[in-house]
């Protein structure tokens, strides 16, 4: 991966203590699993940041390389990759997803 591209994505990473990489943005998702991430996220009432990927395909490509996870959308908390919409699913039904974001505050 380029420097600069690896700057970039941290420097987005830093904009946020919570920002979701994902298909649209966070008042129009343009796909099914990234509007549910945003709904999980609306329910436990953290301000979370979102980035839009298909208006900015350096950073769809170089974040696939990045965290090493090829699908979006991709939700980080302080910097970290937590996972996407499988994994967010799961976090918010064993309550996990609350505390995750809620140490981000």
Same mark, same amino acid.
């Given at each position: 991966?380029?420097?600069?591209?690896?700057?970039?994505?941290?420097?987005?990473?830093?904009?946020?203590?919570? %920002?979701? &990489?994902?298909?649209?943005?966070?008042? &129009? @998702?343009?796909?099914?699993?990234?509007?549910?991430?945003?709904?999980? $996220?609306?329910?436990? *009432?953290?301000? &979370?940041?979102?980035?839009?990927?298909?208006?900015?395909?350096?950073?769809?490509? *170089?974040?696939?390389? =990045?965290?090493?996870? @090829?699908? &979006? @959308?991709?939700? =980080?908390?302080?910097?970290? $990759?937590?996972?996407?919409?499988?994994?967010?699913?799961? %976090?918010?039904?064993?309550?996990?997803?609350?505390?995750?974001?809620?140490?981000?505050?």
């Amino acid at each position: 991966m380029e420097p600069a591209l690896r700057e970039r994505i941290e420097s987005l990473l830093k904009s946020s203590r919570v %920002l979701l &990489f994902m298909k649209g943005n966070k008042m &129009f @998702p343009q796909c099914g699993f990234s509007a549910q991430v945003v709904g999980l $996220l609306k329910e436990t *009432g953290v301000q &979370f940041e979102t980035h839009n990927i298909m208006a900015d395909a350096e950073i769809r490509q *170089g974040l696939k390389e =990045y965290s090493n996870w @090829p699908t &979006f @959308p991709q939700l =980080y908390v302080n910097g970290e $990759l937590v996972g996407g919409c499988d994994i967010v699913n799961e %976090l918010s039904a064993s309550g996990e997803l609350s505390k995750i974001v809620g140490a981000a505050h």
